[in-house]
């Protein structure tokens, strides 16, 4: 697989190479490991933490590839690229502070989902421990270093408490009383700056894209608001000399989403599926001005 890939690679570089400096290989590899061999709800619906080892070792070796066959053939086209994954990196935080337990639950799930594919391509080494159930220390070398940039997907907090009756199985609960998005996620808009923080404290200030943020709410009541007060925990960041470069709102129209289909509402422009009209929401405008104006409102947007 890393091979074809690497040849897949290769023939979209020759399609569009001369007009792109910065690409992604992967969009949250973790995600996809997560929810296609643990949870069973993406292909190839696995429900076996066990077999993780396989798929989250290709996906290293692939994307080191393509790192490889994209700087490669650009230089010897006389250009410049910089390769980089796109990680959806969560705040991971226990539920009940006093429990140890959860406490070790919430460090497993941390070291697991985010940071264990961006380690092995920053240290050659994919590192996956789960106590009982899962043990990977495989050495890739060629993955050491192939990320010029970090991409950050980022979206929400997790509170993990561990199961009742359980030392293996934990819960997600949402506390009571904070505001939710559509799909029942927390909005926390902390997080951006804190997951800039956490991943330039764990391998340096690389430059930073924000490659997705974004909230689904189909009345448009909640993204204004979502919005002003994520790019101010984003200016926050750039303030204390975070090396932030962009930042690209997820989405710009509402789209099928996987395995929710077409449910979710994230667009600033609303779909009607079924004529394929697109209307620009309040937020989109909102957006606009903020662009525009590369200036924050004076007060956070009104729902």
């Known amino acids: 697989m890393p091979v074809a890939f690497g040849d897949y690679v290769a023939y979209v570089y020759q399609k569009i190479g001369p007009d792109v400096r910065d690409w992604l290989t992967l969009n949250e590899p973790t995600v996809v490991l997560a929810l296609g061999y643990v949870a ?9 933490i066990k077999s993780l080892e396989k798929p989250a070792a290709t996906m290293v070796r692939a994307h080191a590839r393509a790192y490889h066959v994209l ?6 086209a006389g250009k410049t690229v910089r390769v980089g994954i796109a990680h959806h990196i969560r705040v991971v935080q ?17 070291e697991l989902f985010n940071w264990s594919i961006l380690d092995a391509v920053e240290t050659g080494v994919l590192d996956m421990h789960v106590p009982f159930m899962l043990d990977v220390h495989d050495m890739i070398p060629e993955a050491r270093g192939t ?44 997080g951006l700056h804190d997951v800039i923080v956490s991943v330039s404290a764990r391998h340096g200030k690389k430059p930073i894209i924000i490659t997705e943020n974004g909230i689904a709410d189909a009345r448009d009541a909640q993204r204004g608001k979502f919005l002003v007060d994520h790019l101010k925990a984003l200016h926050q960041a ?7 470069e ?9 789209n099928f989403e996987w395995a929710d289909g077409f449910a979710p509402r994230f667009g600033l422009y609303e779909v009607d599926y079924k004529s394929q009209e697109r209307r620009a929401r309040p937020s989109a405008r909102l957006y606009s001005k903020i662009a525009a104006d590369n200036a924050l409102p004076d007060e956070p947007a009104s729902p």
């Open 71 to 76: 700087h490669d053939l650009a230089a010897q």
């Open 94 to 110: 226990p539920y009940r502070r006093w429990n140890p337990l959860d406490w070790e639950a919430t460090k497993i799930e941390d």
């Open 238 to 244: 750039i303030a204390e000399g975070y090396p932030v």
């Open 40 to 48: 069973g709800q993406w292909p190839p619906a696995h429900k076996d």
């Open 246 to 254: 962009g930042y690209c709102y997820w989405s710009l129209m509402d």
């Open 147 to 190: 990320e010029d940039f970090y991409g950050i997907n980022y979206y929400t907090r997790d509170f993990v408490e561990l199961a009742p009756f359980s030392t293996l199985k934990v819960d997600r609960p949402v506390p009571p009383d904070v505001p939710v998005t559509d799909v029942g996620w927390e909005i926390y808009p902390q």
